[in-house]
């Protein structure tokens, strides 16, 4: 790799994010070309000033030779012709003086979105990698402000308000030194607001909102690191709880940069931030689901309700029927659950009612079978055990079944995908759509429920992966420790490079969380769990008794549960194309969507 290509590839720290404004490296640059699109057109002339603390360090400026002629309108607007660029360096040659030039100096620019896509069109098509400065948009600041002080936010107009000593003219080295000067009135306009440091400038740029902005100071000590923040009010009534990936990115964007009106009523009603950090964004994401059902924030919209899942459970009694219940309870046979919601508990229901037929009458029926039997009877629904029709032995044989099909859900995902083709193959396309939804929620649920229900089985489970490296973070190993579903304790320690059981054993995380369960049928942090146990490299460090999931009708649910993510997919993608939407057009060449 050359230096120019290792320029272009660095990535500013974070770090320097913080540095006081009077300390930071600013190259303020500006580019003419032979038009707007950074994909058809070409620069023709770069002009940059670099400064600090007010002090003009250097200056570069130089014709570009395009490759191509310089449109008449262009001309006229900028004074560049084609004799001017004649013998003028081609971009190759230019490009890795203007990487240099730049360093890790922050970008400035007016309206920087245009010169940036020049600079990175341009990386790109020399193959010098990634071009991402960090940057700062003068016209962005302006319409913070000076808004009302200015009739329009153009180079020539604030030039003209901070009485530049240099007036734009539409040649680079002119408009960068006046946007110079442009950027020192804004920095001292910046100050009046308490923007400080290059982190605040840049905030600021992105603010919508002057009164949430002046309240950033109730984060400004907040760490680059994984963890949960809550906002509470003037009595301390938790508000709302997150987590992040970065404490302090994250919780700088509500003071201005979200401009959905629910995050300005949370700000308006805020008076203290409080953060805990974390080792791993797994424990966050846990703390943050424990705290929301602790306290019910206003303001948090998902999880705030735990006990609204729902369980299907067999009952106890003479003849069973299956129930939706809030909780299942020591006397029910069997259980099935959490389910998210009612309505797909129902969905559930009748789609075990297609092949098994367990009564489906809610009152409790009399061992003697003198009931009057209902219309199920006669659709052959129901073998009617409550007139007497269905002895009690045939119907302890229909329980059995749905005890069986539940250890192996094949014996429920085979008939019901047999009647779902018998149905279509006759006509009935409704029908059998029916049937196919309620088919994926069999598989889905089933087998989340025996997921789940294992996960909840293990004492105790001690499991590890690798986390690659950033130009911010070295490479570490998370370890994570469970106890029957519930998180314990984490660590991220750093790698080292040894075998990762050995770095997991080393670091030997203690309990660090409470692992008292506050409602022992809340699968919510179980699912949170799972998800960071699927992901690729993570190892089983160690296990008490061992950790399995049943074997029998794994393949049938894990094939249904494939088949389902399809049809969704290809659902939505229909979806997209009826209501017009912009989507990828499927065979346009056979012409099979015009």
């Not at 962005?140 to 000593?165: C, I, N, Q, W």
């Not at 909102?209 to 509470?232: H, I, M, N, Q, W």
């Not at 088919?439 to 229900?453: F, G, K, P």
Request: glycine residues 6%; neutral net charge; proline residues 6%.
């Amino acid at each position: 790799m050359t230096s120019a290509t290792a320029a272009a590839a660095h990535q500013p720290s974070f770090d320097q994010l913080g540095t006081p404004l009077i300390d930071v490296t600013f190259v303020v640059l500006d580019l003419e070309t032979t038009g707007l699109s950074p994909g058809r057109d070409r620069i023709t002339e770069v002009g940059a000033v670099k400064v600090r603390g007010g002090e003009v360090l250097g200056e570069l400026q130089t014709l570009v030779h395009p490759g191509r002629p310089i449109p008449a309108g262009v001309v006229a607007v900028t004074g560049i012709n084609d004799a001017m660029v004649r013998d003028a360096p081609p971009v190759e040659a230019v490009f890795p003086t203007v990487l240099s030039f730049l360093g890790d100096a922050v970008l400035v620019a007016h309206n920087a979105s245009f010169d940036v896509s020049f600079l990175r069109a341009e990386s790109e098509r020399l193959d010098y990698g990634a071009f991402e400065p960090v940057v700062v948009d003068t016209a962005r600041l302006a319409r913070r402000l000076v808004a009302d002080e200015v009739r329009d936010r153009r180079l020539g107009t604030l030039a003209r308000h901070f009485a530049s000593r240099t007036v734009p003219d539409h040649r680079a080295l002119h408009d960068a030194r006046a946007t110079v000067d442009v950027l020192h009135g804004l920095i001292e306009r910046a100050g009046t607001y308490g923007a400080t440091t290059l982190e605040d400038l840049r905030d600021l740029s992105r603010s919508t909102s002057e009164k949430a902005y002046r309240r950033v100071g109730l984060v400004r000590d907040a760490p680059r690191t994984s963890g949960v923040y809550r906002f509470l009010d003037e009595r301390g009534e938790v508000l709302y709880v997150g987590k992040a990936t970065d404490l302090r990115s994250r919780l700088r964007t509500y003071f201005g940069q979200d401009p959905r009106r629910r995050t300005a009523d949370l700000v308006r009603e805020t008076a203290e931030v409080r953060w805990t950090t974390t080792p791993t964004l797994l424990e966050a994401e846990v703390v943050e689901v424990r705290a929301i059902h602790a306290h019910a924030p206003r303001y948090n919209r998902r999880s705030r309700h735990p006990k609204r899942g729902v369980h299907i459970a067999l009952t106890a009694e003479a003849l069973p029927r299956l129930s939706i219940v809030r909780e299942p309870r020591a006397a029910h046979a069997r259980t099935i659950g959490p389910i998210g919601s009612r309505r797909v508990a129902e969905s559930l229901l009748e789609a075990i009612h297609e092949v098994i037929p367990l009564r489906t009458c809610t009152g409790r029926l009399r061992v003697a079978q003198d009931h009057p039997a209902c219309v199920l009877k006669e659709l052959g629904r129901c073998g009617a055990p409550c007139d007497g029709s269905q002895s009690t032995d045939a119907y302890a044989e229909v329980v059995e079944r749905f005890h069986a099909a539940l250890d192996d859900p094949g014996h429920l995902i085979d008939p019901l995908r047999e009647r779902m083709v018998e149905v279509a193959a006759g006509g009935r396309f409704e029908r059998a759509g029916m049937l196919r939804q309620r088919l994926h929620i069999l598989a889905r649920t089933l087998e989340e429920h025996r997921r789940l229900s294992a996960l909840a089985t293990v004492d105790h489970l001690v499991v590890a992966r690798r986390c690659p490296g950033s130009d911010e973070r070295p490479p570490t190993v998370e370890v994570v420790v469970i106890a029957r579903g519930r998180l314990v304790a984490t660590a991220a320690p750093l790698d080292d490079g040894r075998p990762i059981d050995a770095i997991a054993a080393a670091a030997a995380p203690a309990p660090s969380l409470d692992t008292e369960v506050p409602d022992p049928h809340d699968a919510e942090e179980r699912r949170l769990i799972l998800a960071w146990l699927d992901r690729p490299g993570v190892r089983i460090v160690a296990c008490s008794e061992g950790w399995a999931e049943p074997l029998h009708g794994g393949r049938a649910l894990a094939e249904t549960r494939a088949e389902a993510q399809r049809v969704d997919r290809q659902v939505r993608r229909d979806h997209q194309l009826l209501a017009g939407a912009k989507v990828r057009r499927r065979d346009e060449a056979a012409g099979t969507v015009s």
